[in-house]
């Protein structure tokens, strides 16, 4: 079953960067994340997971929504697995924790853009943007 880690959160200064990882994993069959089309979505407390970035399976497409596009970068390195999401210019709105989740698609050139599309998800990391 198919397990998602994300790592890279923490405490930014205002402006300042941050690249988060997300890496799949499975304890019982070999993951092979080129089959999966990832979003990175983020969701502070009593709100619904919003303000994504989003990637297709092979990689081939990305997209973003208005609060991150300009500022953030979705990459995905199959061979490691492995996926990223470079944050530039933060600001204390991007405060949030950030979670990644995966949708099986082949290899297809889709995006998902929403919470419900998604079927696996990571346990989030924290970023916190000080002014």
């Known amino acids: 079953q198919l397990q998602l880690v994300e790592s890279g959160g923490g405490l930014v200064q205002l402006g300042g960067s941050l690249r988060l990882a997300c890496t799949a994993i499975?304890?019982?069959?070999?993951?092979?994340?080129?089959?999966?089309?990832i979003g990175w979505l983020r969701q502070v407390p009593g709100l619904e997971r919003v303000g994504g970035s989003f990637i297709s399976a092979f990689g081939q497409t990305s997209n973003y929504e208005y609060p991150v596009k300009g500022r953030f970068t979705i990459s995905k390195d199959n061979a490691k697995n492995t996926v990223y999401l470079q944050m530039n210019d933060l600001e204390p709105d991007d405060t949030a924790t950030y979670y990644c989740a995966a949708r099986r698609t082949g290899l297809g050139s889709a995006t998902y853009t929403t919470e419900s599309e998604y079927l696996t998800w990571g346990q989030g990391t924290r970023v916190t943007v000080s002014s």
């Open positions: 499975s304890m019982v069959t070999p993951v092979n994340l080129v089959y999966y089309a």
